[in-house]
Nanobody, 123 residues
Framework: VQLQASGGGLVQDGGSLRLSCAASGRTFSSYAMAWFRQAPGKEREFVAGISWRGGQILYTDSVKGRFTISGDNAKNELYLQMNSLKPEDTAVYYC?????????????????WGQGTQVTVSS
């Protein structure tokens, strides 16, 4: 599976962005899919994930109510709609795929990674 993330950019505090992750190869609905982010000087952290096989949608607490993860199985695309963005959301965002039924919370359990897309939120 090859993943290509896009949609990052510079927005003001309170703005919105929609990230996309295009997957090629095996149908991505068979994978647990997630978005991670990494800010400068910080570890990569789980943001949101979806598993169609496991019936899971998970979010980290700091983005609940603001971010929405979704996917289009026909297009093999994963999305992250980000609303009410805050400066602390600034990071490089990565999409990832795990050949598992359920969403693993740790980045080391994911098998495939996209290249990352920069999100910068100005105050």
């Amino acid at each position: 599976v090859q993943l290509q993330a896009s949609g990052g950019g510079l927005v003001q505090d309170g703005g919105s962005l929609r990230l996309s992750c295009a997957a090629s190869g095996r149908t991505f609905s068979s994978y647990a899919m997630a978005w991670f982010r990494q800010a400068p000087g910080k570890e990569r952290e789980f943001v949101a994930g979806i598993s169609w096989r496991g019936g899971q949608i998970l979010y980290t607490d700091s983005v609940k109510g603001r971010f929405t993860i979704s996917g289009d199985n026909a297009k093999n695309e994963l999305y992250l709609q980000m609303n009410s963005l805050k400066p602390e959301d600034t990071a490089v965002y990565y999409c990832a795929a795990a050949a598992r039924r359920l969403l693993p919370p740790d980045s080391s359990s994911y098998d495939y990674w996209g290249q990352g897309t920069q999100v910068t939120v100005s105050s």
